[in-house]
C-alpha cells in the first residue's frame, strides 16, 4: 500500500500520482483561488499552479478539499492547515503545514506525538506542537 493523504472530514483521498490535490483562495481577495498540486514527499515544497494562479509570498490562503469542499485550514492552529495521512503499514497521520505563501513548514502528527518535522520556517509554529502533556489541556 501506498502512503496516502486524505481529508480530514471526507476523507477523499486528496493525492493523484504524484501530487497532493488541493483548492486554495486568497484570504484577502476570494476572487484569487485555484488548484495547488503539492508534493507528497514531507519537506519537499515544490508545488505547481495555474499559471493564472501562484501562491504569493506572505498572503495567507484558505485551503479547501477539492473533493468535499471542506476548509482545511486549523482552527486549533493559526496559520496551519492539517490534512490525514496514511502510511504503508496503516498508521493514521496529522500532516500540518503553513496555510502563508512561501512559509516552509510540515509536521507529522499520530496522537499528541511530533514524529517528525521539517522546514526552515518550523520555529514559527513549534509552539503549537512542542507543549508539554500537562500544558496541552489549556491549548
Known amino acids: 500500500m501506498a502512503v496516502e493523504y486524505m481529508c480530514k472530514v471526507c476523507k477523499g483521498h486528496l493525492n493523484v500520482k504524484t501530487s497532493i490535490i488541493l483548492a486554495a483562495t486568497n484570504l484577502a481577495d476570494r476572487m484569487e483561488r485555484g488548484l495547488v498540486y503539492l508534493n507528497p514527499e514531507l519537506g519537499n515544497y515544490t508545488k505547481t ?17 477539492p473533493i468535499c ?15 490525514l495521512m ?13 496555510g502563508i505563501g512561501g ?9 499528541n506525538k511530533v514524529e517528525a518535522k521539517s522546514g526552515p520556517d518550523v520555529k514559527t509554529y513549534d509552539k503549537y506542537f512542542e507543549v508539554p502533556d500537562e500544558d496541552r489541556k489549556y491549548l
Open 86 to 98: 496514511k502510511d504503508e503499514d496503516g498508521k493514521e497521520y496529522n500532516i500540518y503545514f503553513s
Open 103 to 111: 512559509e516552509k513548514c510540515t509536521y507529522k502528527i499520530r496522537g
Open 69 to 83: 469542499g471542506a476548509q482545511l485550514n486549523s482552527m486549533k492552529y493559526l496559520h496551519m492547515v492539517r490534512i
Open 49 to 65: 499552479t495555474h499559471p493564472s494562479f501562484d501562491l504569493k509570498e506572505g498572503v495567507e490562503y484558505i485551503f479547501t478539499c
